[in-house]
């Protein structure tokens, strides 16, 4: 589903929830499958394509709300309220961009807690005094300022979704080369399993570093502790190690990557070419 087809669905949930007076009808969500999504090959190319149009729409409209901000001083009641009129106008398009890229950025990382779904969707809601025609008795003084300062934010945000995934995977193939190096200068030779293909849309998933050590089973558990003493699990590198023992790695080490090819990897930042 491209970027016009997902605006026209979000214009067809809204006339049908006005059309129904007394009853919000149930939106129908139309999950993002696009072909343009192509994980395989990685996300930050293919989401430019998507996210590119949403940043250049929300652009137009904050510049256009920011342009007009200062006519809403004017001196004339009629010309302040038809310039917040203007406004809200913007304001329901910008919205348009922000629910698409809410549904993309839920698809790709869904929240893992109320609290993460209630910031994600916060970040979407915008609101404007109506103008005129307005049922308001009187006028209402609002922060334009505030709205278009949040806008930029929202855009600055929006603009690094495609950067998520790759620096996801950075985390992972730096922790993992110095989990590989540290065995490497204990003797031991060990290879990683690579995260799946789905470590590209769902950040968790790159959290979680598979290594198969080939030591006998008496040796196993100590070098086990020793490890997760050197390499513990916090904040700041909110790793899961499995490790496994093995009594040696096939010559066809295809889903295996050794310390050395690790070591292109993290070279060349084509982390892409990690992913089994």
């Given amino acids: 589903m491209d970027f016009d ?68 001083m004017a001196r004339s009641t009629t010309l302040r309220m038809c310039v917040c009129r203007t406004i809200h106008s913007e304001v329901e398009l910008f919205k348009q961009a922000a629910e698409v890229a809410y549904d993309l950025e839920r698809e790709l990382y869904p929240p893992e807690n109320n609290i993460e779904s209630v910031i994600m969707a916060a970040r979407k809601e915008y609101d404007a005094p109506l103008g005129y025609p307005s049922k308001e008795p009187k006028e209402i003084r609002f922060d334009y300022y505030g709205l278009v300062a949040k806008m930029a934010r929202h855009i600055e945000w929006l603009s690094e979704l495609p950067n998520r995934a790759v620096w996801a995977l950075g985390r992972w193939t730096q922790r993992t080369y110095n989990i590989l190096r540290y065995l490497e200068r204990h003797g ?48 700041e590198w909110p790793f899961i190690v499995r490790l496994t023992p093995v009594d040696g790695f096939p010559e066809d080490q295809k889903r295996l990557l050794t310390l050395s090819r690790l070591r292109e990897i993290a070279g060349g930042a084509n982390f892409s070419t990690i992913i089994a």
């Fill in 5 to 72: 087809e997902l605006f026209n669905v979000r214009r067809l949930e809204r006339s049908a929830t006005k059309g129904r007076r007394g009853a919000k009808a149930a939106p129908t969500r139309v999950p993002i499958s696009s072909p343009i999504l192509s994980i395989e090959r990685g996300l930050i190319s293919p989401l430019k394509l998507i996210v590119e149009p949403l940043i250049a729409e929300m652009q137009r409209v904050a510049k256009d709300i920011d342009a007009i901000v200062p006519h809403t």
């Fill in 188 to 235: 031991i030779e060990a290879c990683v399993v690579p995260p799946p293909v789905q470590a590209l849309r769902f950040e968790r998933l790159s959290n979680v570093i598979d290594v198969r050590l080939k030591v006998s089973v008496g040796d196993f558990d100590i070098e086990c502790s020793k490890l997760r003493k050197s390499f513990p699990r916090d904040t």
